[in-house]
């Protein structure tokens, strides 16, 4: 059985929390650009004992804007530049299909965040899940993890456009929700 230290886990969205995001998708490794302080939020949050999953609909894929190929490339990248400031994102799941194929994985349904929490063996009402969509946090809501708005990315916009989850707290950017739920968990 994992301790109690193993089971903390925090979920991020990844384009829009982690790195810029695009409307015209991030379809390449010089695209994808880290958000200043995203990666030493990551790298604050494995210290205090936390790991990180990534859950990230990647219709680009299905799209065919971009393969297999490149998106391991971004992540590598992703990761690379993570381990560089001390930080470790343990897990990358994403969706690769658009919403023509029906899945089960693609955000707001709850597909990925159910196989992380599964892989992970934690408890949704335990773990944050951080999104700039309302998507993101439509899925996390709907298996009661909580959610957590940042306003990089879409944030700006899904915030003004309401109907978040209730009780979704919202900060600035990941940097800021690190700070954030970190001085409150350790309260
Ligand atoms: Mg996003
Ligand atoms: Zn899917």
Redesign the pocket.
């Known amino acids: 059985m994992p301790n109690s230290t193993t089971r903390k886990l925090v979920i991020l ?5 982690i790195n810029v ?1 695009s409307d015209a998708f991030i379809k390449s490794p010089d695209e994808w650009i880290a958000i200043p302080g995203s990666l030493e939020a990551i790298a604050r949050l494995n210290q205090a004992g936390y790991r990180v999953a990534v859950a ?2 990647q219709s680009g894929i299905g799209r065919g804007l971009f393969d297999m190929a490149a998106l391991n490339a971004m992540h590598a990248k992703m990761h690379r530049q993570a381990a560089a400031v001390g930080g470790r994102i343990d897990a990358v799941f994403f969706c690769p299909h658009t919403a023509q194929d029906h899945c089960e994985c693609r955000k707001p349904l709850p597909g990925m965040l159910k196989m992380i929490a599964e892989r992970f063996e934690i408890e949704p009402a335990d773990t944050p899940v951080v ?3 309302l998507r ?1 946090l439509q899925a996390g809501a709907s298996l009661g993890f909580r959610t957590h708005l940042v306003r990089s ?2 944030g700006e916009k899904t915030l003004a456009a309401g109907g978040l989850p209730e009780g979704t707290m919202i900060h600035d950017d990941l940097r800021a929700f690190a700070l954030d739920f970190l001085a409150n968990a350790s309260a």
Not at 13 to 17: A, I, L, P
Request: no cysteine.
């Open positions: 969205d990844r384009d829009g929390v995001d990230s609909n999104g700039d969509s993101d990315g879409k």
